[in-house]
């Protein structure tokens, strides 16, 4: 039985806690909070769990295996490093942390003392990435060709981190996990329009080596809710729609149509492939507790987490790349990515 420990029962905590005890072979057995409203919100729902408004006490538990942090990103990397130093296993919110320097150094610190380090890039564990990461994986839809996203909505605005840190995390974990190769540089404009906050509007865009290229575009400031991705191949195009409730990943089989690249004259007419439309069975088992469930075998089985430190230091240095870019009006900055990435 894994024993596990939660630090912060703000807006993720509750999720973890009730995903966490839905898995076989977890237990969660303490909650901590700086809140008193907080810690009288779990003693109510969960009597069985101690509460404690010091962290501290949950490390110093040598009965607790795992603990969970669902903090300000500020605080993750301090937490993270004090929880694996205590010989904990370590769930971290996304981002991982606020640099690239703290990343790798959580990541040496968890290799040498053999502990799982799990980043919550919680749209990995979908049946909707699944699936694409499947398809793309496959080679169903050929050469991938772009990745471009829009996710917008109207608030929940952030004092701690800008629209970026928030919002565009999730699209580049989703396109680190299913693009074949990384990018080589990234280009990003954004701006802020409430007074005493970050950036609400931002808009990525990502070069890979060859014709790929990467587009995301996120906003707090939007009239609308929308969350839908496109992927381009070769021989096939994604749409993925997070907001669909029952056809959530859709494949075209549409595309260009040219010629021998001989036949120059046929070259310059362009010819369009018009198939079918089908959407592929999806699991609709919720994301958070399949990721906990799959975090709890990588501590089981010594595994490394499919969302690791690695892909979690990857996000991060893009995200750094991304704010230097935006802050120099979209100059387009190098990224010093591994080509091939890491498998768990």
């Known amino acids: 039985m894994i024993r596990i420990g939660v630090i912060g029962y703000g807006y993720w905590g509750p999720n973890l806690v009730r995903n966490f005890g839905e898995v076989q072979g977890c237990q969660v057995v303490a909650v901590s909070d700086t809140r008193p409203d907080r810690q009288a919100a779990v003693q109510s729902r969960y009597p069985a769990i101690a509460v404690t408004s010091d962290y501290r006490q949950i490390l110093a538990d040598p009965s607790i295996d795992a603990v969970a942090i669902a903090t300000p990103v500020s605080t993750h990397f301090p937490l993270a490093l004090e929880a694996l130093c205590a010989g904990?296993?370590?769930?971290?919110?996304?981002?991982?942390?606020?640099?690239?320097?703290?990343?790798?150094?959580?990541?040496?610190?968890?290799?040498?003392?053999?502990?799982?380090?799990?980043?919550d890039h919680t749209f990995l564990y979908t049946g909707a990435v699944?699936?694409?990461?499947?398809?793309?994986?496959?080679?169903?839809?050929?050469?991938?060709?772009?990745?471009?996203?829009?996710?917008?909505?109207?608030?929940?605005?952030?004092?701690?981190?800008?629209?970026i840190w928030d919002l565009a995390v999730h699209d580049l974990s989703i396109m680190d996990h299913i693009m074949p190769e990384q990018p080589c540089a990234i280009s990003?404009?954004?701006s802020g329009h409430v007074s005493g906050s970050p950036?609400?509007?931002?808009?990525?865009?990502?070069?890979?080596?060859?014709?790929?290229?990467?587009?995301?575009?996120?906003?707090?400031l939007a009239p609308v809710k929308v969350r839908r991705?496109?992927?381009?191949?070769?021989?096939?195009?994604?749409?993925?729609?997070?907001?669909?409730?029952?056809?959530?990943?859709r494949v075209y089989d549409k595309g260009l149509r040219l010629g021998d690249e001989n036949d120059v004259r046929?070259?310059?007419?362009?010819?369009?492939?018009?198939?079918?439309?089908?959407a592929p069975h999806v699991e609709v088992t919720e994301a958070l507790q399949t990721e906990a469930a799959h975090f709890v075998d990588c501590i089981d089985h010594q595994r490394r987490s499919h969302s690791d430190g690695e892909a979690g230091l990857r996000v991060v240095r893009i995200l750094e790349a991304a704010s230097r870019s935006m802050a120099a009006?979209?100059?387009?900055?190098?990224?010093?990515?591994p080509k091939v990435k890491a498998t768990a």
Do not use: C
Request: zero cysteines; a neutral charge; charged letters at 30%.
């Open 88 to 119: 904990k296993h370590v769930w971290v919110e996304k981002p991982m942390t606020a640099t690239s320097d703290e990343a790798a150094r959580l990541i040496d610190e968890a290799d040498r003392r053999r502990r799982v380090l799990h980043v």
């Open 329 to 337: 009006r979209g100059r387009a900055i190098e990224l010093d990515l």
């Open 229 to 249: 991705t496109l992927v381009g191949g070769s021989r096939k195009m994604i749409v993925y729609d997070d907001l669909e409730t029952s056809e959530k990943v």
């Open 188 to 190: 990003a404009t954004g």
């Open 130 to 163: 699944r699936k694409i990461h499947e398809l793309v994986t496959a080679d169903a839809i050929g050469r991938v060709y772009y990745y471009d996203s829009v996710r917008v909505n109207l608030g929940l605005f952030q004092r701690d981190v800008n629209v």
């Open 199 to 220: 950036e609400n509007i931002a808009y990525l865009t990502m070069f890979f080596e060859g014709s790929t290229i990467g587009h995301v575009h996120v906003s707090w």
């Open 266 to 278: 046929y070259q310059m007419l362009v010819g369009y492939r018009m198939g079918d439309m089908w």
